[in-house]
């Protein structure tokens, strides 16, 4: 079992930057990758970005790609999303979510991944 806390969200302008953390406690952080989500309102959620157990391995979706940085520090139990040049298309509430996997280390499909976030959401002005 693991919790996850988000924090991080607000409002911002166009072209500003905000980084969301992810606190973990429960289990074992470096046992679980990690993936960020976003979801608007009656869409489902879609992964933004995804890391691996130890941070060796990353990936991102094209929309993001150059702006957005995940990243994770095993002895602080935490994962971060640094994001910027945000645009209001990156308007959303941003989820973090654990997986505990042996065979992959990220999935687009959120029903891989076994622990949420409450969320916390970002909100981008033009």
């Known amino acids: 079992q693991v919790q996850l806390v988000e924090s991080g969200g607000g409002l911002v302008q166009a072209g500003d930057s905000l980084r969301l953390s992810c606190a973990a406690s429960g289990r074992t952080f470096s046992t679980f990758s990690f993936g960020w989500f976003r979801q608007t309102p009656g869409k489902e959620r879609d992964l933004v970005a995804a890391?691996?157990?130890?941070?060796?391995?990353?990936y991102y979706v094209d929309s993001v790609k150059g702006r957005f940085t995940i990243s994770r520090d095993n002895t602080k139990d935490t994962m971060y999303l640094q994001m910027n040049s945000l645009n209001p298309e990156d308007t959303a509430v941003y989820y973090c979510?654990?997986?505990?996997?042996?065979?992959?280390?990220?999935?687009?499909?959120?029903?891989?991944?076994?622990?949420w976030g409450q969320g916390t959401q970002v909100t981008v002005s033009s």
């Open positions: 890391i691996n157990r130890h941070g060796g391995a990353t």
């Open positions: 979510a654990a997986m505990d996997s042996r065979t992959m280390w990220y999935s687009e499909s959120a029903r891989f991944y076994d622990y």
